[in-house]
């Protein structure tokens, strides 16, 4: 090249060497302004612009600064860089949904931010630093925040046991128990009881195969036109435990078939003692007076009957044993007579008590049952169903097991099948890759999936075995919560050690009181160290509570403590001596250790301070807005008209200087009584007394109603 | 917390409101069960969104202060016909809007008596602890009608 053409070449070369320079320039100087965009910095900028426009500017900047925030919890593998768009989390002044987001602080909870950061409640990418990444599911994460709605579920991963702050949770895990969710499924924390259905090895003698055809069929019986259940009862389920299994005439026809044929021995009928039977047998009054037997005895407190008042169905009664409105139509007579005498003849494991009747007793209710509580139409859908082939009890033997029916019910000789369903002590961990949504058109969340799991199984797992349930919005709700706090065991060993167990206590005594307990089945309501239900009062501490004497007139005669409850004590026709041997129990085994009766029932009540008592009872005090005395006063505690008898001093005076020590949770208010004041008021209360007690059954008079 | 804002009501005071002529509709089966929210007791359509002061709140509500405070409760029929003077509903923000925080948590933690009111409101300070007694004033506030207006705040000691 000559020397000449050098020159302008190499002005060439540098013309084009200075424009790439100044584009090479202009290229690094976009990372910086885009760094300088960045979603998290205009975040951090938009709070210090928002917080100039608050009152309290100087506090909410005091700790900000440009760099990301971070809570680094090692032990928990917690790396949270939430905060650093969130930078107010805990700056008091702006609770509330009038502060905008990402500024608002958090609402106060018992858990503070800085000691457990926020994907262990909240779930999301701790680590993010884009919106997206930080709360949505994406490639590389999937684990989405989680609704507030469904927050409680979170509680639940650490916290195994029910707390009084989280309803829902509480509520959900409820439901799973109640539904027997672990009949079919392994469930964190949620054991399998020894019954779930009930043991069908000889049902044959118990209902007729249309009735079974029915209950198969649709397993309820108190529904409108429509086959919805019309209910909406206090205290009572909604929904019948058995779920619908959408089975096909065959399979109907095969299922009724083969359990129908299963009756083992014929039931012998009970020989009534033939005055009663020609006494009461044509007696139109008889199945009135057992109507008024079955209100009397309380049958009420744990089978519930549908009333229908005003055009609105309601259940009134417990959800402890089935709903019994329709029972007459489905039931035997010889049966039912043999199931009142003894229910654990017939299912071992029933938590109906055996009660002593009296056969007039007997055979009223038992009219009253099989004439009363029947519906004519009940079974008016079911076809007429030819006598049973062996072949189709064939078929409905291996249905049973193909549906997976003998994960809830026995029946002798068939094997059980636990574990029919997929383990779910880990549901609430799952990543969204590993669940089936087949064809479904919902999100793909978990949350999405278990609530369409729940309601239609079919729609997001056509072969799916699992039947369907119906649940309120509310209950839906519960039971995912519950789901998602069965989270598996905790991921980090500082996660680990802040699971707290549930506790599991048994209380199941032996001897004499333990024949009699076993018989009532008092654990079925009542609580005993922690084991047993919480329907009925807490009875660890009775023997401090309760003298003696009034406990054996009580347990043969349930009087009326609260007149509003709904659900009370059953009569159980016990006799004296299995009173007595409870009684007896009750008073030496079942004491507070702060209460010393001795030291209590020595001293003397003068009639000076039962007159102070009664003063501060009714001025100083107004105990009167809460409890009865004769027939006034307020309904909200138990009436006191024979305190006397009833309360023990001892346990008056320990009750009156601190409620909540003797019974957690009560709704007796701690007040600051001076040891005077105490003395006075049990004094007072001593002197209260009934001599002629009420007859059983009779109305109570609580004031105000 | 130094500033607490929170909403809140709750008890005896038992300024007469007399022609308020409110109908309440308290719900207690139903609003027993959702936490989180509370149907307005004057009208059922409404539901008031609670927060997790407010719902703690309305849990120890329906424990402690229902029975005089509401015209249904869980066990059906109330108590407050049998109390005199007659008890503030819950939501009677008439009476209870003009009450101050502090007011309503010495009517909950003292009682009727110390504030020279009926006795037949009993103290709760030593059965609540101080902060159930704002979670319960926090519900108070919450189902206010007519609504709870905070008082502007003083901000930044």
Same mark, same amino acid.
């Given at each position: ?22 584009? @090479? ?246 020989? @009534? ?179 369409? %799991? ?58 004499? @009181? ?6 009532? %089945? ?33 347990? %043969? ?149 | ?157």
């Amino acid at each position: 090249m000559p020397a000449e053409d050098m020159g302008r070449v190499s002005f060439r070369l540098r013309y084009a060497f200075a424009v790439s320079s100044v584009v @090479f320039v202009a290229v690094l100087a976009i990372s910086p302004v885009k760094d300088l965009h960045r979603e998290w910095k205009q975040y951090k900028r938009g709070y210090v612009r928002f917080a100039e426009t608050r009152p309290d500017t100087k506090r909410l900047l005091a700790d900000v600064h440009p760099g990301i925030d971070q809570i680094w919890l090692p032990d928990m593998n917690v790396v949270d860089r939430c905060t650093t768009c969130h930078q107010a989390m805990t700056q008091p002044s702006l609770v509330g949904a009038s502060v905008p987001q990402p500024y608002r602080a958090h609402p106060s909870v018992p858990h503070s931010v800085t000691d457990w950061g926020c994907v262990i409640c909240h779930r999301g990418q701790g680590p993010a630093t884009e919106v997206a990444e930080a709360h949505e599911t994406t490639l590389a994460w999937e684990q989405p925040l989680l609704s507030v709605k469904f927050i409680q579920g979170s509680c639940g991963s650490c916290h195994r046991g029910d707390l009084p702050q989280t309803p829902k949770l509480n509520r959900g895990r409820q439901l799973l128990e109640e539904f027997n969710c672990a009949g079919c499924h392994r469930l964190e924390g949620i054991e399998r009881p020894e019954m779930l259905g009930p043991d069908l090895t000889r049902i044959g003698s118990k209902t007729s195969r249309a009735w079974i055809y029915k209950w198969l069929k649709d397993p309820r019986t108190i529904t409108d036109a429509n086959g919805n259940v019309v209910v909406d009862g206090y205290e009572t389920e909604e929904e019948p435990r058995m779920p619908k299994f959408n089975l096909e005439e065959g399979e109907l026809r095969a299922l009724s078939a083969y359990l129908s044929s299963l009756s083992g021995q014929p039931v012998t009928s009970y020989p @009534f003692n033939p005055r009663v039977v020609a006494a009461l047998e044509r007696s139109p009054e008889a199945v009135t007076q057992g109507e008024v037997r079955f209100r009397q005895m309380f049958c009420s407190t744990c089978h519930s009957l549908a009333v229908t008042r005003a055009g609105e169905t309601k259940l009134i009664g417990g959800d402890i044993g089935p709903e019994l409105t329709k029972v007459g139509t489905k039931v035997n007579r010889d049966w039912l007579v043999a199931w009142l005498r003894d229910p654990q003849a017939y299912l071992p494991h029933s938590k109906m008590p055996r009660y002593e009747w009296s056969d007039e007793d007997l055979f009223r209710v038992t009219r009253y049952i099989t004439e009363q509580l029947t519906d004519s139409d009940l079974l008016k859908d079911v076809p007429g169903l030819p006598a049973v082939t062996p072949e189709e009890i064939q078929k409905g033997r291996r249905l049973f097991l193909e549906k997976g029916c003998a994960s809830c019910h026995r029946i002798e000789g068939v094997p059980s099948q636990k574990d029919f369903g997929p383990d779910l002590s880990a549901l609430g961990a799952k990543n969204v890759s590993q669940l089936e949504f087949s064809e479904s058109k919902i999100p793909r969340t978990l949350v999405a999936y278990i609530q369409a %799991k729940i309601t239609n199984p079919s729609s997001v797992n056509p072969a799916a075995r699992m039947p369907q349930y119906h649940l309120t919005a509310d209950d839906l709700d519960a039971v995912t919560i519950a789901l998602l706090a069965m989270a598996g065991p905790p991921a980090s060993p500082g996660m680990r050690r802040l699971v707290v167990q549930q506790p599991a206590p048994v209380f199941r005594p032996a001897g004499a @009181f333990g024949k009699v307990y076993e018989r009532y %089945k008092c654990y079925v309501c009542h609580k005993f160290n922690g084991f047993g239900g919480d329907l009925a009062p807490d009875l660890s501490y009775e023997g401090s509570r309760a003298r003696r004497d009034w406990l054996v007139d009580f347990l %043969k005669s349930p009087q009326t403590l609260r007149p509003t409850l709904v659900l009370r004590m059953p009569q159980f026709n016990m006799t004296s001596q299995e009173a007595n041997i409870l009684a007896d129990y009750l008073s030496m085994a079942l004491q507070h250790p702060s209460v010393d009766l001795d030291a209590e029932e020595a001293r003397s009540f003068t009639p000076q301070m039962a007159a102070l008592g009664k003063e501060l009872y009714e001025v100083k005090y107004q105990c009167q807005a809460c409890h009865t005395i004769g027939y006034t006063g307020g309904y909200v505690g138990p009436n006191l008209s024979n305190a006397g008898n009833w309360l023990t001093p001892a346990w008056t005076e320990a009750w009156l200087r601190n409620p909540q020590a003797l019974v957690l949770g009560t709704g007796e208010p701690r007040r600051s009584f001076t040891n005077e004041e105490i003395r006075a008021l049990t004094a007072y209360l001593q002197t209260l007394r009934q001599v002629a007690k009420p007859p059983a059954g009779a109305a109570s008079h609580g004031a105000g109603q | 917390m130094s500033s607490k804002l929170n909403p809140l009501l709750l008890v005896c005071l038992l300024t007469a409101m007399a022609g308020c002529g409110k109908q309440p509709v308290a719900q207690p089966d139903a609003s027993a069960r959702a936490y989180d929210v509370e149907p307005d007791w004057n009208d059922a359509q409404r539901v008031i969104p609670l927060n997790f002061r407010a719902a703690q709140g309305k849990r120890i509500f329906y424990i402690q202060c229902v029975w005089c405070h509401a015209d249904a409760t869980p066990a059906g029929p109330s108590n407050r016909s049998n109390v005199t003077p007659t008890p503030p509903l819950m939501n009677d923000g008439i009476t209870l809007n003009k009450e101050s925080d502090a007011t309503l948590r010495n009517a909950i933690a003292l009682g009727g008596s110390a504030l020279g009111k009926s006795a037949m409101m009993p103290p709760y300070g030593r059965t609540l602890s101080d902060e159930e007694i704002t979670d319960l004033i926090a519900y108070i506030r919450a189902i206010a009608q007519p609504p709870y207006q905070p008082p502007p705040a003083t901000v930044g000691k």
